[in-house]
């Protein structure tokens, strides 16, 4: 083989594929039996490379597939902490399966690129269909499909990247509304004291906060007894910025929040951005539904969407918990032409006659990246190897696991829930005498001893959170059932190693 | 099979990627024999699909793969346009390969995530050495390198979101340096009038610009005749903003420009900064390479990225000209701390011991999105397989039928090169007696015609520019060499199209 090499060469295609995917068939049916969390010491991976890359590759015969797949074996896979085992517990889930990979193989193999319709209009119009699937199966109503005057789905990479156009569309239409000079440096951002970490990065990134702790800006509004987002203090936010003539351009609600899973209230939360935004001004409402809304394939959990019709969109991620591959977060959006007014720039060498007749979607003009993968054909497939009640056992089976645990931990009288469980998280903690509060105080001590005893036996992989409490937040162990693989086996050891190393704690505590 | 189905189950797997690499190969064997820019009308493959997502799936026996693959063959394969086709000419190239396909299979298969060091320390530690290897191989100085006390790389999705970081991190190092509510709402942004529009949309984005025509803090800087930035210009510019008061805070530097691969000089424009700003003041030099970084594989293309040692970041992608599937935007920096600084925010679930002890990367904050698949894996098997001499050879293919191409143009008097060709690009026009400029004068109709003639036969695919000229903007038609198949008959097949279609248009010209 010359070095110039085959470069899409058929015959190599088949022989690499049918070696790499047996490698993955060999992980797949391991996966479980590795240590979940990796042991690999910091630099360990990047010391076992070389330091220069090879000047002859495998095409000039200077190298090896054996030598590649060695490498794998011996200096990758010790590397990774695994998030396909059955016994991984930690973040949330990060869900692939079969159809899914397959969907990013045809992907990578057809390599077209979506910016525009026009660059390729399957690409583009796949999408859009299979968006407004989701949006049925997750119960939105057909204002966010592509079917209505104004809605329709895009993916985009991940909620952070989804919350950022949400701010940056919001603050858009609020300038339209009001001028732009009138609102410069004046327009504010709301969200729980719960929500997630890339609400305040889009705040950083979009230049409404200086830094991760600059709330000059950005309010991050009180919650209740659940960790829900009071609608009240967000009125009361919003009231209070009015006064001093700021202006509101973006509500995020989180429904499903990354520490424990807490449901902000959409129609409450609408009726308050109604009732105490400034005259003539409407924020957008943005629903981060990361986790949950992969749980709304399931008709007992749309409640949580409750009043979502007010929201100017909703983002989930089926790369979390519906059996997609990592990336694609499912954006809706009531407000199209909202969203990508405020994103749309067209240069010379990217105009075409589809794009100016105004009948095509331009996803480019979504979000922030130009260049898009063929993302949709992996969410098309999964959609069509498990149907909606393939998608809704798999959440169902989690969420009765999930519900398990918690009565497990909730009968044994040395542990606490610290948070409702609406889904498949359980958020618990070792109680402790000196349980008054303040951060780490002897009982988060104790906590964080169980964690890194837990983690330590390669078994399981947790992580942590912190939860408000009366006197002070407290550190609270989060056990997150959604792994493809996990069964009832897997959460009763990950209970019997908790309670074991419970009673290892709490027999050398002080 | 049950409906929850196989999820990771190994046989289902290896049937079915047996089946899709066999449908890539004999996607790959074909692709040429397509019509290159897809025929599809707006709403054709929207109409074909289901309006309805299915109630029962392939694992409930209620869809088949075979009607799958079927509608891959009747619905998707006629709607798009081939990237990979021998005789794409268009935009850039977005090339793939064999290795990367099997790298984009592997990462799919491991589903793991690489935000943190901690989730999966071979994600990062994998990705910082070969970001190091490519640093190399293109010819960056240490500084850029993770072995430097300063400096690393990181894969970003695409240029767009890098020019977007290099703004956030120039934005923080100012806003640090001089106090963030002395610069509010005066920080600048320079770039040339051929920049690519993604850093008009990182100034929208970021807050620095109301729309794409919004020029309050966004300055785009006068070129030369060979469509380069004029340093003179820029340090001009810089002067008169700081004695309006204004601070620069970035300046993109474009080396081979999306228009007609123009190379911004580096180094002069380095002195302009150094010169011009305000006393105290080091804004942010990020330089986007992102077609021609690539090229610098050879020493003899090395040339355009002189002076590079004063830039804060560079970034270029191996998505389009360097074998790797999209997306692989390779990100450099000097001034890690400076990058990370500006995207960090860690909330309490996301802390662990490795970040805290600052030994170890952690990607996530390099960039504005949290989660982050196994990218490396690809650039890793790409640089294995062909190494050094193999991208080598590669790029100076495509070089080489470029200038083949232009002397045929340059050749026929009926047409003019309208740019200087420092790489695969060739901007060419159809010479016409109304030439004396304006945007749409009838050369340009001329021009625009044989364009979509050209496209209309379905052999090739190319697209057009704006050029500046005396008198006004033109249009000119781009020839982009650079699909992996491309051989110097599919060059020679455009070429004979392109005369004999300047035939039909000049004899019907009016």
């Given at each position: 083989m010359s070095v110039g090499g085959p470069h899409l060469d058929?015959?190599?295609?088949?022989?690499?594929?049918?070696?790499?995917?047996?490698?993955?068939?060999?992980?797949?049916?391991?996966?479980?039996?590795?240590?979940?969390?990796?042991?690999?010491?910091?630099?360990?991976?990047?010391?076992?490379?070389?330091?220069?890359?090879?000047?002859?590759?495998?095409?000039?015969?200077?190298?090896?597939?054996?030598?590649?797949?060695?490498?794998?074996?011996?200096i990758v896979l010790p590397g990774l902490t695994h998030w396909q085992s059955p016994r991984f517990f930690a973040y949330f889930p990060a869900n692939i399966s079969t159809p899914s990979v397959i969907?990013?193989?045809?992907?990578?193999?057809?390599?077209?690129?979506?910016?525009?319709?026009?660059?390729?209009?399957?690409?583009?119009?796949?999408?859009?269909?299979?968006?407004?699937?989701?949006?049925?199966?997750?119960?939105?109503?057909?204002?966010?499909?592509?079917?209505?005057?104004?809605?329709?789905?895009?993916?985009?990479?991940?909620?952070?990247?989804?919350?950022?156009?949400?701010?940056?569309?919001?603050?858009?239409?609020?300038?339209?509304?009001?001028?732009?000079?009138?609102?410069?440096?004046?327009?504010?951002?709301y969200a729980s004291t719960q929500a997630h970490s890339s609400v305040i990065k889009a705040a950083m990134v979009a230049g409404l906060a200086d830094g991760p702790d600059d709330r000059r800006r950005?309010?991050?509004?009180?919650?209740?007894?659940?960790?829900?987002?009071?609608?009240?203090?967000?009125?009361?936010?919003?009231?209070?910025d009015a006064a001093a003539g700021l202006v509101p351009c973006l509500v995020c609600a989180t429904v499903g929040t990354t520490g424990t899973t807490a449901v902000d209230p959409i129609a409450p939360i609408a009726r308050a951005i109604a009732d105490a935004s400034p005259p003539g001004v409407r924020p957008w409402l943005h629903v981060d539904a990361a986790l949950a809304g992969s749980a709304c394939v399931c008709p007992e959990f749309r409640w949580m969407l409750d009043g979502v019709e007010h929201a100017d969109s909703v983002c989930f991620n089926p790369h979390k918990w519906l059996l997609t591959n990592f990336d694609c977060d499912c954006f809706f959006t009531r407000d199209r032409r909202g969203l990508t007014r405020a994103h749309t720039i067209a240069p010379e060498y990217l105009r075409n006659a589809p794009s100016e007749s105004g009948e095509v979607f331009d996803y480019r003009d979504w979000h922030v990246p130009l260049g898009r993968r063929f993302r949709s054909l992996k969410l098309w497939l999964v959609l069509r190897y498990y149907g909606a009640e393939g998608l809704r056992e798999h959440v169902r089976g989690h969420v009765r696991l999930a519900a398990l645990f918690e009565s497990w931990v909730r009968g044994d009288p040395r542990f606490e829930i610290v948070a409702p469980r609406p889904l498949s998280l359980v958020c618990f903690r070792l109680r402790h005498p000196d349980d008054a509060g303040g951060e780490w105080s002897a009982g988060d001590v104790l906590n964080r001893r169980l964690l890194d005893a837990l983690n330590a036996t390669g078994r399981v992989f947790l992580t942590h959170t912190s939860v408000p409490a009366a006197g002070g937040a407290r550190i609270a162990l989060r056990l997150a059932v959604g792994s493809v693989t996990t069964r009832e086996a897997d959460v009763a050891e990950a209970w019997a190693l908790v309670r074991e190393h419970a009673g290892g704690v709490l027999g050398s505590s002080p």
């Open positions: 058929s015959e190599s295609l088949r022989a690499l594929s049918r070696r790499a995917t047996e490698w993955i068939a060999r992980y797949w049916a391991r996966v479980g039996e590795l240590p979940v969390l990796s042991r690999a010491a910091p630099g360990q991976v990047l010391r076992a490379l070389p330091e220069h890359p090879p000047e002859v590759g495998i095409a000039g015969a200077g190298d090896s597939w054996d030598r590649v797949f060695d490498d794998l074996d011996r969907g990013e193989l045809l992907g990578a193999g057809l390599g077209v690129q979506g910016m525009l319709w026009f660059t390729s209009p399957a690409c583009t119009e796949l999408e859009t269909r299979v968006l407004d699937w989701m949006a049925e199966l997750i119960g939105l109503p057909g204002a966010f499909r592509s079917t209505s005057p104004g809605g329709g789905g895009v993916i985009q990479g991940t909620a952070s990247e989804g919350a950022l156009s949400a701010l940056v569309a919001g603050r858009d239409r609020v300038r339209r509304a009001m001028g732009a000079e009138r609102v410069r440096d004046r327009l504010t951002v950005l309010r991050l509004v009180d919650v209740d007894g659940s960790l829900a987002m009071r609608p009240e203090a967000l009125a009361a936010a919003i009231r209070q």
